[in-house]
């Protein structure tokens, strides 16, 4: 049979790790995440054993390691800075450390990959075990060479004593192959950031030479004997999420002929299977479905109105001081932005062996231990009998159907018997993916005569996102249910004026009804491009009124030295003087600036951009964006997620807009939902602003914020005009430069 | 043509002869990734609009999503796979792919399979392209990840490698 080679569940085992004649090493905790109410509320799922060294570091014959990670690679490079992270407290070389597969009772669980929690997150983590593991090694060393601990030096695996090179005995001697088989202490010394080698120093990726070579195996290359081919039938485009299709008939003859392609129908869920991949794909296209599609959305056209209409519930997120005296300045602003979609390049895809004593999943989840409760609750098995192997995919920026097409893939092993690869086509990606959701901002702030701010208030309109999977809504007939309000899905602290220092703010959510609009879920940067669009518009706003500077704005106002020290350094990169730009013949030129983040860390942007009048086009000139991430352990790394954060601003901020009718989504595929291209991409600036001896905070999607506003109030440079929506299209923009 | 296993087709992969049984109708993307195990050209949207299943054939890149099979028989089509070799016999890097890796491009690198095909087709074709020449031949291929700077980067300093002005 064809395909990358899988290896057997045995091979796989935390066991298969050791040497035959390892010790066990695998010690469950034993929670039934069935009996929790919702998974936003796990606390760590059954898995290994959190406190156990051996959960996380494995010492070879060899005096490599391996380390046993929590968090999965979405092509941001966390599977090489948090073996650098290991590497540096082991004292080992990074050819000294390897990881293996992400999959639930082999790696620890450490949270979900999302909210940029690898480093943040993980690298204490990391960075502890490692530690206890080298004080393990010492002491046993010590032990072994006679010697004590203060007299023992380390280096690539190798304990010596100080003074007396020929004494010395490596990792390997003291535990090659052998578990730990011991708790963490809780008083192994981390090392001293001014003595790190390893961390803050660019690494190669070890995974980007098969990536460019063409051979990488993603999870869409997985084959398995017997294995059958799937793809999904779902009207084109989702509906509210309330209310999805009723499947009313159906033509099985319409797919005769096109080899043993095949339908399988769970109730609504309907998918065509077939031995070969394209017999799936023509069948699905061909079949003939009646589909009951109820009118569940407004039209996108009046999509605002209708949000400013159906809000069920007003919440105040914070509100704390009283507002400063002296206002003589004040400004309201108000911004509507739209659904934008993942859009990953790959269509999502997952292969599920579902037998019926338990079931083996591989996917390109980001938090495979939900995955695996919401299998077992699918498949009516025990969670412990479900294993889930993450499998990369493309890059997903959140939410994608990464979780709904592996529920589909299983669902659908189970009732045919054979392992099962269910992939996704371009329209079931781009019509049915839980969207980072629309949102309406309106911001009203105030300063005195002397340009300090004197009150900030924001109010939000947006919905929750969508807890079930659309699988398990035509399977089951689940009924449609939202997530809680919380972070990421509320008015944000840190974006909304979090980086000033305000005598009175008030953060108020006008909560929509899940149901009953498209699937929400997270978006790279939830929500932050427009409360930033919205808010730090409404500051340069302010700013001119007072008749200051927007970058000496913002410096009299900020609000810690962190901020301030992002601010400096991408005013500083850009070579910041104003906002003025001459045009280029009779094309509009400006300069803009933002702060912002996402929950943690500090991020600012400078853009420059030109406007063509007449044609209503928009080009992003270059962008400047600065990071500071307190630690940062791979600097290369790190400038490349500022550059892909930047890009992704700009496709979002000029292009990207998801469009509906009553009856659902229409922009299905890469010409109706345009994204940035080679010729759409800026000259990018990233810096970097460095603290190593600081704890990390997350680097994935802290400087988009920034840029959305910097964007923004380029373009008001440009023109004097502000837009008050995204994306900037030329007729949007033609429109407001005649109004 | 044919051989031995009855509706067997031959066709010249990466430089190989390969024989496979699909359907001439078949889109060639199916026969490379199913039958013949290539994990280059991958799927991404079936209708040609994002470039990830590109493929070069005699030559010239074409989108394997919407090719079908009988177009590329009796020619040489090459994938990611086989591009160092259809740059150079004895060569197991491109200086593309070289310099690719120098400049850690690829972020999840799903989109590169096509990427580094159409970006060699180009290098082929013209030994000092400008920046707005090589954004104009890779404008049809979209990097989600928006690792186009380093891309660029990469394909720059490539055409400057394959002219000997650098090591």
Redesign the interface.
């Known amino acids: 049979m064809?395909?990358?080679r899988l290896s057997s569940p045995a091979e796989l085992t935390r066991r298969g790790l050791l040497k035959a004649g390892g010790a066990l090493l695998v010690g469950f905790a034993l929670i039934d995440p069935l009996a929790r109410p919702a998974r936003a509320q796990f606390g760590p799922p059954p898995g290994p054993d959190r406190e156990k060294i051996d959960s996380w570091i494995i010492i070879h014959a060899d005096s490599t390691a391996t380390v046993l990670i929590g968090f999965v690679e979405?092509?941001?490079?966390a599977t090489t800075a948090l073996p650098q992270v290991a590497a540096e407290e082991l004292d080992l070389d990074m050819d000294q450390v390897r990881v293996v597969a992400h999959e639930t009772e082999v790696t620890p669980f450490q949270g979900g990959t999302y909210s940029s929690s690898a480093i943040a997150n993980g690298r204490p983590q990391v960075q502890r075990a490692a530690a206890e593991a080298r004080a393990e090694l010492l002491r046993r060393a010590s032990q072994h060479l006679g010697a004590p601990l203060a007299d023992l030096a380390t280096a690539r695996g190798v304990v010596s004593v100080r003074g007396d090179g020929g004494r010395q005995v490596t990792y390997g001697q003291l535990l090659g192959d052998r578990p730990f088989e011991i708790s963490m202490t809780g008083e192994a010394p981390l090392k001293n950031p001014s003595a790190y080698r390893i961390v803050g120093q660019r690494a190669?990726?070890p995974?980007?030479?098969?990536?460019?070579?063409?051979?990488?195996?993603?999870v869409?290359?997985l084959r398995l004997p017997q294995m059958l081919?799937a793809r999904i039938v779902r009207p084109r485009g989702q509906g509210a999420f309330g209310a999805p299709p009723r499947l009313l008939a159906l033509d099985e003859a319409s797919i005769a002929g096109m080899g043993d392609a095949r339908v399988v129908r769970e109730n609504d869920f309907l998918a065509i299977v077939a031995s070969?991949?394209?017999d799936a794909?023509r069948a699905a296209r061909a079949l003939r479905a009646e589909w009951d599609i109820p009118a569940s959305l407004p039209d996108s056209a009046d999509l605002y109105n209708a949000m400013r209409r159906g809000v069920a519930a007003v919440q105040v997120v914070l509100e704390e001081g009283t507002p400063g005296e002296g206002s003589v300045h004040s400004v309201r602003f108000a911004a509507e932005t739209p659904y934008q979609a993942h859009?990953?390049?790959?269509?999502n895809c997952a292969l599920a062996d579902v037998k019926a004593d338990g079931a083996r999943v591989w996917a390109s989840s980001q938090d495979i231990y939900a995955l695996r409760g919401s299998l077992a609750r699918l498949l009516g098995l025990d969670p412990l009998a479900v294993t889930v192997q993450f499998a990369?995919?493309?890059?997903t920026?959140g939410h994608s159907l990464y979780d709904d097409v592996a529920l589909g893939a299983a669902l659908l092993s189970q009732k045919m018997g054979v392992p099962v690869r269910l992939?996704y086509?371009?329209a079931d990606e781009h019509g049915w993916d839980t969207f980072g959701p629309a949102h309406i901002g309106e911001v009203a702030i105030a300063c005195d005569a002397a340009g300090k701010l004197t009150s900030y208030s924001y109010d939000g309109w947006q919905h929750s996102w969508a807890f079930v999977e659309t699988t398990e809504q035509m399977a089951r007939g689940t009924p449609a249910r939202g997530w809680p309000m919380g972070p990421s899905r509320s008015v944000n602290p840190a974006v909304c004026g979090g980086m000033y220092a305000l005598p009175y703010r008030k953060l108020t959510d006008h909560v929509l009804a899940t149901e009953e609009w498209p699937r929400g879920a997270w978006l790279r940067s939830p929500l932050d491009l427009s409360f930033t669009f919205a808010s730090e518009q409404a500051v340069d706003v302010l700013a001119a009124q007072a008749g200051l500077d927007p970058v000496a704005f913002r410096r009299l106002n900020i609000a810690d030295a962190r901020w301030l020290g992002v601010l400096d350094a991408a005013a500083e990169a850009s070579g910041w003087t104003g906002p003025e730009l001459p045009p280029s013949g009779s094309l509009l030129r400006g300069r803009g600036v933002g702060l912002g983040t996402h929950l943690k860390g500090w991020g600012a942007a400078v853009a420059d951009v030109e406007v063509d009048p007449e044609s209503g086009r928009v080009r992003i000139l270059h962008i400047w964006g600065a990071l500071d991430a307190g630690c940062t352990v791979n600097p290369?790394?790190v400038d490349?997620q500022i550059?892909?954060?930047?890009?992704?601003t700009v496709?979002r901020m000029l292009l990207e807009e998801v469009h509906f009718t009553p009856q659902g989504v229409t922009t299905l595929?890469?010409?109706s939902y345009k994204?940035?291209?080679?010729?759409d991409?800026p000259?990018?600036t990233p810096v970097i602003v460095q603290h190593l001896d600081q704890p990390s905070s997350g680097a994935g999607e802290e400087v988009m914020a920034a840029a959305s506003a910097a964007i923004a109030n380029a373009f008001h440079a440009a023109t004097g005009k502000r837009m008050a929506t995204f994306p900037f299209t030329p007729e949007r923009v033609r429109a407001v430069l005649a109004g | 043509m044919n051989d031995d296993e009855a509706g067997a087709t031959q066709l010249s992969v990466n430089g190989e002869a390969r024989r496979v049984a699909s359907d001439p109708a078949t889109p060639l993307l199916y026969v490379l990734a199913d039958e013949l195990d290539l994990k280059g050209p991958r799927f991404g949207c079936g209708m040609a609009q994002c470039g990830s299943c590109s493929v070069l054939i005699d030559g010239r890149e074409v989108r394997s999503c919407v090719v079908p099979l009988a177009s590329a028989l009796g020619k040489d089509v090459v994938t990611a796979e086989g591009i160092a070799r259809w740059y150079s016999p004895d060569s197991t890097l491109h200086p593309l792919q070289d310099e690719l890796i120098a400049a850690q491009a690829p972020q999840c690198g799903f989109c590169y399979g096509g990427m580094v095909v159409k970006a060699a087709e180009l290098l082929a074709a013209n030994p000092a392209p400008s920046r707005a020449q090589i954004v104009a031949h890779m404008d049809g291929h979209i990097c989600r990840c928006g690792t186009y700077p380093r891309l660029l980067t990469a394909i720059e300093r490539a055409a400057a490698r394959m002219r000997g002005e650098t090591a």
């Open positions: 064809s395909g990358a979405l092509g941001q490079g190669a990726r995974d980007l030479a098969e990536k460019v070579m063409g051979h990488r195996t993603y869409q290359h081919h070969r991949e394209w794909v859009a990953t390049m790959a269509p990369e995919g493309s890059g920026y992939q086509e371009r290369d790394i490349a550059t892909g954060q930047l890009v992704q496709s595929d890469w010409n994204v940035a291209r080679f010729s991409c000259e990018i």
